[in-house]
C-alpha cells in the first residue's frame, strides 16, 4: 500500500491546482432617452454562500436583504432603477452603481474588485477582495506573513515614491497582477487616506510590488497555488 501513497497524493494536488470556478460579471442596462445606465452582478457559478454574502454587504443596496443569486439582485437594482427614474427621484435617492473587476481566478483563488459611483454625487469607493473558493472564505490580509515588516516596507515606498505619509494599518486591500498567460507578475497593495476624506471619497494610493520582491512575505500555502499552472 506504501508505494501507492505518492500516486494517491499527486491526484489531490493535481484536484486542487486543476480547480477554477467560471467566475464572470452580468449585465444589464436602462436606457432613458439619450441616456443609459448599465448595471451589473458578479456571478460565481456554485454555492459561495459566504463569498456571495461578503460581496453583497460591501455596499448595502437593500437595507440588509440578501439574494440567493446574482440573477434575482440584478433584478432587483433593474426594478429599483426604474422605479426611481419613473418617480423622477434618482439623483435624491443616490442610487449607487457597483462595478466589478475579475483580476484573477486561479486554483480556487479569486481576486476581484467592486467598485460603486453614486448617481448624482461625486462619492464613489472601491473595495478590493481576495478569496479561497474552496473554502468559501475571504484570505484578505492572511495572504501575507511577516506583516509587520511588510507595512514598514510599504510605509516607506510610499514615503519616498509618493511623497505621501498615510497611516496604513492593515493590508487586506490589494489586486494581483497577472500576464496574459496568468503568470503572477506582482501585487498592487492600496492604502485608503481616512483623515484626508473629500466629496469624493477617500485617496487611494497604491505600492506596487513585483512577484520576485513580495513572494518571501506569501504564506506557502498560497504561494503554491497562485504560481502552479
Known sequence: MIKYRPNILFVFLFSIFSYAQNVSVLKDSICISKECFELQELKIETKNTVIYKK??????????????????????????????ISTNSLRDYQFGFEKYKIFLNKNGL???????????????????????????????????????MLLQICGKKLKTDNNVFVPIKNLNQYKIDTSIEGKIIGINLIFYDEKGRTNSGYPEHSVYFTWKEIEKFIVPQYRRRLTQY
Open 55 to 84: 460581496i453583497q454587504k460591501s455596499y448595502d443596496l437593500f437595507n440588509g436583504v440578501f439574494f440567493d443569486s446574482p440573477e434575482k439582485r440584478l433584478n432587483a437594482k433593474k426594478d429599483t432603477l426604474k422605479n426611481l
Open 110 to 148: 479569486l481576486n476581484v474588485s467592486v467598485h460603486i459611483q453614486s448617481y448624482g454625487s461625486p462619492w464613489e469607493y472601491t473595495i478590493y477582495y481576495f478569496f479561497d473558493e474552496m473554502n468559501d472564505t475571504e484570505v484578505g490580509e492572511k495572504l501575507f506573513m511577516n506583516k509587520k
